[in-house]
C-alpha cells in the first residue's frame, strides 16, 4: 500500500516496470508512502537502516479479505512485520485455512510475532531477531542450533536462521541443515534478507527440497549483495552459473 505523492509513483513505476506477474497496490490518500533511509559503509558494506512504515501500516483486515482468491491460489505465501498487524494475521489466517504454506520474516522484530508463530512452516530470524525469539545471544552456529531448537518448541514447523557471512542453519525438529554462504564481493547487504527469502519462497513453491531451496537462496543472496542497489535483484540464470561453479556441500546433521 502506498500513499499520494512522489514516492508512490515511483513505487508504483518501479512495480509495473519489473517482471512481477501480477501485483495489487493499495493507495491511500491518509498517510504517505513508507520509505527507508539505508546507510552503507564503503568498505564492509553493513548498513543501518532508518525506517518510516507509513501507509503500509494502514492496510487492513478488510483490504487482505478482499484479495482472498489470490492468497488461496498461491502455491506459498511469504509475510514480514512490516505491515498492520491485523492485516497479517488476516493473510494467515486464510492461507493457513486453504492449507497454503506460510514463511515468516519476523523483521523489524517485534514481540508479538510470538502469538502467531504456532503452527507456521517456516520462519526466516537472522542472528539478532532469533536471539530475541529465543531469548539468548546468537552468534555462531552451536548458538543458533540452541536457537533453533527453542523457536521449534513454540510450534513453527521449520526454523531458518539467517547467520549473514556464515551461511544459514535449519531446523526441523529432526535434523539440522547447515548450508554455508557462497562466496562474494560485497558492495551492499541491504535487501540481502529480502533476497534470500524471495529465492527460498521460489523454489519451496515450485514443491522442492528445503535444502535445494536454501542453497538457491544462499546462491541468490550472494549475487544480491554484489549490487550497489538493494533493490537490484539477480537473473535465474546467474544463480544456476554459481551455484554450478562452486563445490557447494551442506552439512545435515541430528545435534
Request: one cysteine or more; hydrophobic letters at 40%.
Amino acid at each position: 500500500k502506498v500513499g499520494s505523492d512522489h514516492f508512490s509513483d515511483y513505487a508504483i513505476n518501479f512495480i509495473n516496470s519489473s517482471k512481477i506477474h501480477k501485483s495489487v497496490i493499495y493507495q491511500t490518500k491518509e498517510t504517505q508512502t513508507g520509505t527507508a533511509t539505508i546507510m552503507v559503509n564503503g568498505d564492509t558494506g553493513d548498513n543501518v537502516i532508518a525506517i518510516y512504515p507509513g501507509a503500509n501500516m494502514t492496510i487492513s483486515p478488510d483490504e487482505i479479505t478482499i484479495q482472498k482468491e489470490a492468497i488461496v491460489h498461491s502455491d506459498i505465501v511469504l509475510v514480514q512485520l512490516e505491515t498492520n498487524y491485523e492485516a497479517l494475521q488476516q493473510t494467515i489466517r486464510l492461507a493457513q485455512k486453504n492449507d497454503i504454506p506460510v514463511i515468516i520474516n519476523p523483521t523489524p522484530y517485534n514481540d508479538m510475532v510470538n502469538t502467531i508463530i504456532d503452527n507456521i512452516d517456516y520462519i526466516t530470524p537472522n542472528e539478532t531477531e532469533a536471539g530475541l525469539l529465543a531469548n539468548m545471544a546468537v552468534n555462531d552456529i552451536e548458538s543458533a542450533k540452541c536457537a533453533a531448537k527453542i523457536i521449534h518448541q513454540k510450534g513453527v514447523k521449520n526454523t531458518i536462521i539467517t547467520l549473514g557471512s556464515k551461511g544459514s542453519l535449519a531446523y526441523d525438529g529432526t535434523q539440522f541443515i547447515y548450508s554455508p554462504a557462497f562466496p562474494a564481493v560485497v558492495k551492499n547487504t541491504a535487501g540481502a534478507g529480502d533476497a534470500f527469502n524471495g529465492a527460498l519462497a521460489s523454489v519451496l513453491a515450485k514443491g522442492k527440497s528445503l535444502a535445494s531451496a536454501l542453497c538457491y537462496a544462499s546462491a541468490f543472496a550472494s549475487l544480491a549483495v554484489e549490487t550497489p542497489n538493494a533493490s537490484d535483484m539477480p537473473e535465474n540464470d546467474s544463480v544456476l552459473h554459481r551455484i554450478q561453479g562452486s563445490h557447494y556441500k551442506q552439512t545435515i546433521s541430528t545435534h
